[in-house]
């Protein structure tokens, strides 16, 4: 039974959909209350979203490793790595009696994506469940597989939106997602067991940076007929980035792949222009809330 829902808002303090949600929520529940699921919104980097900044020390998205989460040195830690810790306390830790059942993480992206669901386990079969009844509402799903990960969430990213705006429609459309899951999580806590189905999902393969001279600095952008075009496919030879004088680079890969995060504002400093997927069908097995998942 997942008794215990946790809806994170503000992990980045600029993506504005999941800290208005949150903050809607925190003052009033009603709308998120399902029976028998005990569901606690809350803001998870609250200086960040004080200062409308993606983040304060470090990206808190990325803290949650385990070299962090053990990491001694209280306020000489860098604040988002403090608050790892803290969050990992109060919501996990992974595999704890402890820890919340799902973890949803709201998130913002300047990319041309719609609403996509991050999972990070193709084992999971409850969350991809999940993902395929909140698929009703045009989802998609990327997959970027973490086995190690000892801190797991549900992340949730819907644009395009400007940092630090907030756009009516991808805050209703981020609200629309969350009710589904929740809906789903009170129909499985309900004894509802979901048959067995096959889910497109899109397999993250490879992050492509922009091009760059000897002293780094960047020398092309993302060509005018792949910019908003998140998830269309990307073929050998077709353009890919233009350069400021005007030449053309093409992809070069080996086949057809499908690009999204394209021009993300956020991954410039991660030197990413973009990453590429691969599609695949996974077959998932039925589940019901007497069965255990593994994660």
């Given at each position: 039974?997942?008794?215990?829902?946790?809806?994170?808002?503000?992990?980045?303090?600029?993506?504005?959909?999941?800290?208005?949600?949150?903050?809607?929520?925190?003052?009033?529940?009603?709308?998120?209350?399902?029976?028998?699921?005990?569901?606690?919104?809350?803001?998870?980097?609250?200086?960040?979203?004080?200062?409308?900044?993606?983040?304060?020390?470090?990206?808190?998205?990325?803290?949650?490793?385990?070299?962090?989460?053990?990491?001694?040195?209280?306020?000489?830690?860098?604040?988002?790595?403090?608050?790892?810790?803290?969050?990992?306390?109060?919501?996990?830790?992974?595999?704890?009696?402890e820890a919340y059942d799902v973890i949803f993480d709201l998130?913002?992206?300047?990319?041309?994506?719609?609403?996509?669901?991050?999972?990070?386990?193709?084992?999971?079969?409850?969350?991809?469940?999940?993902?395929?009844?909140?698929?009703?509402?045009?989802?998609?799903?990327?997959?970027?597989?973490?086995?190690?990960?000892?801190?797991?969430?549900?992340?949730?990213?819907?644009?395009?939106?400007?940092?630090?705006?907030?756009?009516?429609?991808?805050?209703?459309?981020?609200?629309?997602?969350?009710?589904?899951?929740?809906?789903?999580?009170?129909?499985?806590?309900?004894?509802?067991?979901?048959?067995?189905?096959?889910?497109?999902?899109?397999?993250?393969?490879?992050?492509?940076?922009?091009?760059?001279?000897?002293?780094?600095?960047?020398?092309?952008?993302?060509?005018?007929?792949?910019?908003?075009?998140?998830?269309?496919?990307?073929?050998?030879?077709?353009?890919?980035?233009?350069?400021?004088?005007?030449?053309?680079?093409?992809?070069?890969?080996?086949?057809?792949?499908?690009?999204?995060?394209?021009?993300?504002?956020?991954?410039?400093?991660?030197?990413?222009?973009?990453?590429?997927?691969?599609?695949?069908?996974?077959?998932?097995?039925?589940?019901?809330?007497?069965?255990?998942?593994?994660?």
């Amino acid at each position: 039974v997942s008794s215990r829902v946790a809806i994170f808002g503000g992990t980045h303090g600029n993506e504005m959909s999941g800290v208005m949600l949150v903050n809607l929520w925190v003052q009033n529940n009603t709308e998120v209350q399902r029976k028998g699921v005990e569901v606690q919104p809350f803001i998870t980097n609250p200086k960040a979203v004080e200062k409308c900044t993606r983040y304060v020390d470090t990206d808190l998205n990325r803290a949650f490793t385990p070299e962090n989460l053990s990491t001694l040195g209280g306020g000489d830690l860098p604040y988002e790595v403090r608050r790892a810790q803290e969050i990992n306390r109060m919501f996990g830790p992974k595999g704890s009696p402890e820890a919340y059942d799902v973890i949803f993480d709201l998130h913002n992206t300047t990319s041309n994506m719609g609403c996509t669901l991050l999972l990070e386990s193709s084992k999971d079969h409850f969350n991809l469940q999940m993902m395929n009844y909140i698929q009703a509402t045009s989802c998609l799903v990327l997959l970027n597989e973490h086995p190690l990960l000892k801190y797991s969430t549900s992340r949730l990213e819907v644009g395009p939106q400007p940092q630090g705006v907030l756009r009516s429609n991808i805050f209703e459309s981020m609200r629309d997602i969350l009710k589904h899951a929740l809906d789903f999580i009170e129909l499985f806590n309900a004894g509802m067991e979901f048959p067995p189905c096959t889910v497109e999902v899109f397999r993250l393969s490879e992050r492509i940076d922009y091009p760059r001279d000897d002293n780094g600095n960047i020398i092309a952008m993302v060509h005018p007929n792949l910019q908003d075009c998140d998830w269309e496919p990307l073929n050998p030879g077709d353009p890919m980035f233009q350069t400021f004088d005007g030449k053309t680079i093409h992809y070069q890969g080996s086949g057809t792949v499908y690009p999204t995060f394209i021009n993300e504002a956020a991954y410039y400093e991660k030197q990413q222009a973009f990453a590429t997927t691969r599609r695949e069908n996974f077959a998932l097995c039925s589940v019901n809330k007497w069965q255990t998942f593994s994660t």
